[in-house]
């Protein structure tokens, strides 16, 4: 092997570098990222690319993005507690702060070993939720780690998980609905014991005897605008013309499609015919699904 044939290798060294920074395949540090918010040390953060929540009898854990951003396609890879994780609850969510704040929420409720987690979601705007709907997997989410997304642009808020979107909010603002887009969210994200509801309404208690619960997430991308004393990262770019893709990103026809199946096949509750509730009438956003 000599110097030439060294050198005649570098290019493509440098194209391969030149591609991973320019595409966004390098997930951030854990790090720079987040701060472990609470939970005594049962939130950790192992050499920036893992980051690991528990909870014991004594506490859960959490932790919150350094960021504040306003619309953003917000990428997690989540392990959830595994075997017996019945009354626990991993909830990964973005919020703005105040009395009408804005939330996009996945909480995971967990189960007895074999039976489903259920994945719960929610929409608040100015400080009004009650827009849920939920749905079990098609697969085990505690044997590997799945990405869970939100697009979060000004025509929608879309949940996707492994690409497959799940759920969309749409703006509905035209017919009196508010929509999250003036108040920057954090991302949040903890395990706690919720086991006085989590779990088939609160009758399957947690197991303390199975503790610590561990869930694991890696993998965090995020391409979003990021608010900094009142800026937005986008806001040149609006004016620009350049707007990143995703702020404007609709479903196309596959993902339109593949919507239809998770909701067809896995959605088992959806506040928009829950006829019990709103005996005076669905909420107007229902009318728009
Ligand atoms: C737990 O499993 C039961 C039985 O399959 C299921 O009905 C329920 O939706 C699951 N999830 C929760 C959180 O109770």
Redesign the pocket.
Known sequence: MGFSSFSSRLPSLYLVVIFLIGSSLVSANFYDEFDITWGDGRGKIINGDLLTLSLDKTSGSGFESRNEYMYGKIDMQLKLVPGNS?GTVTAYYLSSKGSNWDEIDFEF????SG????LHTNVFSQGKGNREQQF?LWFDPTADFHTYSILWNPKHIVFSVDGTPIREFKNAESIGVPFPKDQPMRIHSSLWNADDW????GL?KTDWTQAPFTASYRNFKADACVVTSGKSSCSGSASSGSNPGWLSEDLDNTKQERLRWAQKNYM?YNYCSDSKRFPQGFPPECSMA
């Open positions: 019945a409720l967990g189960n007895l039976d489903p987690y259920t079990h989590a779990t088939r309404g399957v088992i």
